[in-house]
């Protein structure tokens, strides 16, 4: 929502952290943020973003420090406070739900059913959630509960462009890729990793602490993990057509390591989103290191 609300004393943030555990994040339909704790906040959450998360904790709090930060980027401070403060309970610890749209001022159930969408959404979230996603594949379930947060908040505040606009269209990919993971993991090993590798600003060369990493991976493979399935990543400052191109780049430049290690190629995919499913949603143009990513998925 675009209108601030003053509150007659301001909220401190651990009690705003305290809500972390409650069912019903919110206490009543429109009560959200608070605009007089947004700046501390906000820079509380994006100082203590993680650059490399390694659990789902961690990505969630770093996904929702991103929302916050694009929310207050357009104003809308008091859902940014919000959302600033679910990613520093996420950070802590805490167990953050997504959102309850019953909790938000969603219009049209009649005769568009809005709600009821969204609901079913929640429920097809949960259920992958609650069936492995956060530990499998927590960079991608983390990125699917922020995506649909963002779907929610939008929906309260301009429904027209947002029942359909980049938040759903990205809540539904990073779905779709959850749930396309959990089927193609169920003929995989139980010890089925996923690890990451990240790459310089505009680069496709390794790091000196990426090839170590492969060689870590390579070690793996030689241990018994069948197959790689390796797909590039960019942050969102190119053109869709450079960035895919440039992942490809970043996943050929592991492979190729990788075959340097000992590991027969044919045993290598090579798969390429550049921008289109960043682990960390971005503005346009935001360098985001996390997002100059080869995420590998050991088989």
Known sequence: MRKPRIFGAPVALLAGLTLAGCS?????????????????????????????PGNFSAALAGDYAALASSLGRDGDIVDADYFARKGLAAGAGAAVPPE????????????????????????????????GARERAPALAARAQTRYDCWTERMEDNWQTAQDGACASDFRLA??????????????????VVVDVFFEFDRSRLTPEGRQIVRQIAERMKAG????????????????SYDLALGRRRA?????????????????????????????????????????VVEIVLH
Do not use: C, Y
Not at 29 to 44: D, V
Not at 225 to 234: E, P, Q, V
Not at 272 to 289: D, F, I, M, N, S
């Open 24 to 52: 019903n994040w919110t206490a009543s339909p429109g009560f959200h943020g608070n605009p007089q704790t947004a700046h501390w906040n906000l820079a509380a959450a994006t100082a203590a973003r993680p650059q490399n």
């Open 225 to 240: 993990h069948g197959s790689a399935t390796l797909t590039g990543k960019a942050d969102l400052t190119g053109s869709d």
């Open 100 to 131: 309850d749209n019953a909790n938000w001022a969603i219009p049209l159930e009649i005769p568009s059913g809005f709600r009821t969408k969204l609901a079913q959404a929640r429920a097809r979230l949960v259920a992958a959630l609650d069936a």
């Open 175 to 192: 779905m779709n890729a959850l749930e396309g993971k959990a089927a193609s993991s169920a003929a995989a090993p139980a010890t089925a």
């Open 252 to 292: 050929a430049a592991v492979a190729a390591e990788l075959v340097r290690d000992g590991i027969a190629r044919n045993r290598i995919a090579v798969e390429t989103l550049g921008k289109r499913q960043p682990p960390v949603p971005t503005a346009e143009g935001v360098r985001e290191p996390r997002n100059r």
